[in-house]
């Protein structure tokens, strides 16, 4: 005796939807995690990447990645070594110089005044 499916009386259709194609990334997050220098604990940093097409992003498709060693990993990636010391240097500026300034937010509105 052969099974064989059952009948559904009232069928339901689902209509195909267009192709998208996700060519694109963006990132929407970035940690970097630099601990002081007398520490153990080695420097980190996560991303994710997000597909978009340039004006919808992809419900499916984010991957995270982590750098592990951030140090260890610079001496082998010159473009990571001149990132990572452009953004910490970057960081330590707005940190001493809002810090000086008792502000937490910059804007437009303010930066002027952060950065004089």
């Given at each position: 005796m052969a099974l064989s499916?059952?009948?559904?009386?009232?069928?339901?259709?689902?209509?195909?939807k267009e192709?998208?194609?996700?060519?694109?990334?963006f990132c929407p997050k970035i940690e970097i995690n630099a601990f002081?220098?007398?520490?153990s604990k080695p420097w980190t940093a996560k991303f994710i990447g997000q597909p978009y097409n340039g004006s919808e992003v992809s419900p499916?498709?984010?991957?995270?990645?982590?750098?592990?060693d951030l140090?260890?990993?610079?001496?082998k990636d010159a473009?990571?070594?001149?990132?990572?010391?452009?953004?910490?240097?970057?960081?330590?500026?707005?940190?001493v110089k809002c810090r000086l300034k008792n502000k937490r937010?910059?804007?437009v509105g303010n930066i002027e005044e952060i950065l004089e």
């Amino acid at each position: 005796m052969a099974l064989s499916d059952i009948p559904n009386p009232t069928p339901i259709v689902i209509p195909a939807k267009e192709e998208k194609i996700f060519d694109k990334q963006f990132c929407p997050k970035i940690e970097i995690n630099a601990f002081p220098s007398g520490t153990s604990k080695p420097w980190t940093a996560k991303f994710i990447g997000q597909p978009y097409n340039g004006s919808e992003v992809s419900p499916t498709g984010m991957i995270q990645v982590e750098l592990q060693d951030l140090k260890a990993l610079a001496e082998k990636d010159a473009e990571l070594a001149a990132a990572m010391g452009a953004v910490l240097a970057l960081v330590g500026k707005y940190l001493v110089k809002c810090r000086l300034k008792n502000k937490r937010i910059v804007t437009v509105g303010n930066i002027e005044e952060i950065l004089e």
